[in-house]
């Protein structure tokens, strides 16, 4: 089992709609949950930054953590085309060492 | 105010040749570290230094792979003898504290062995 697990989709919304992505993890020593955003052949962005559990809001941008269920999510509202991306999840616990998902790749549709 | 500098950003490497990637941090950050990221995987921890320091190597592998931050100059990540199954985008990145996940990456480096 990996320990951080991410549906890698694709997934594909029209302009306007809301994007809900998601991961699960196995580790409950992760204290920090962030999620990455990655254009095509470019590299990870810091995109949302969280500490512990609880619901962090920044503009379209809204991020989850629930410790108990070892579950985070991120919420895209009025999603974009320029939003198109592959979103990473990612978490650490004490140290430095970063624990991926997969990424899931998002499309936008004009 | 430049960004994690990556070069180069493609290399063609035929098997058995060695492999020198190259990262600049972000100024005011004195923590590098290397990321590999493979065709449908997430990015996998390689290694972690400190100026002149390597403080981490476990997730590099033991043979063919090494990596400094020399007291002046870029770090650098060495790959000897490349194989076909070192061909992937590895990246850099660098932070002005540790422990906290707040990483910034370079463009990468896309290393394609024939």
């Known amino acids: 089992q990996k320990e951080v697990e991410q549906d890698p989709g694709p997934l594909s919304v029209p302009e306007g709609a809301i994007v809900s992505l998601n991961c699960t993890y196995s580790n409950s020593a992760f204290q920090y949950f962030m999620w990455y955003r990655q254009y095509s052949r470019k590299g990870p962005e810091l995109l949302m930054y969280?500490?512990?559990?609880g619901n962090k809001e920044d503009g379209r941008f809204t991020a989850q953590v629930d410790k108990s269920s070892k579950y985070i999510s991120l919420f895209i509202r009025d999603s974009q085309p320029s939003d198109s991306a592959t979103y990473l999840c990612a978490m650490i616990s004490d140290d430095y060492k970063l624990s991926f998902g997969a990424g899931t790749t998002v499309t936008v549709r004009a | 105010n430049a960004g994690v500098m990556q070069n180069p950003r493609h290399l063609v490497r035929r098997r058995g040749q060695e492999a020198r990637l190259r990262c600049s941090p972000m100024?005011?950050?004195?923590?590098v570290y290397w990321y590999r990221q493979l065709p449908e995987e997430g990015l996998k921890f390689m290694v972690y230094?400190?100026?002149?320091?390597?403080?981490?190597e476990s997730g590099m592998p033991k043979e063919r792979f090494s990596a400094e931050f020399p007291k002046e100059g870029p770090s650098i990540l060495r790959i000897q003898q490349v194989v076909r199954g070192d061909s992937a985008a590895y990246f850099c990145a660098s932070s002005r504290q540790t422990n906290t996940g707040e990483l910034f990456f370079g463009e990468g480096s896309r290393l394609t062995v024939l």
């Open positions: 100024k005011g950050h004195s923590h």
């Open positions: 230094l400190q100026k002149e320091n390597i403080i981490d």
């Open positions: 969280t500490y512990s559990s």
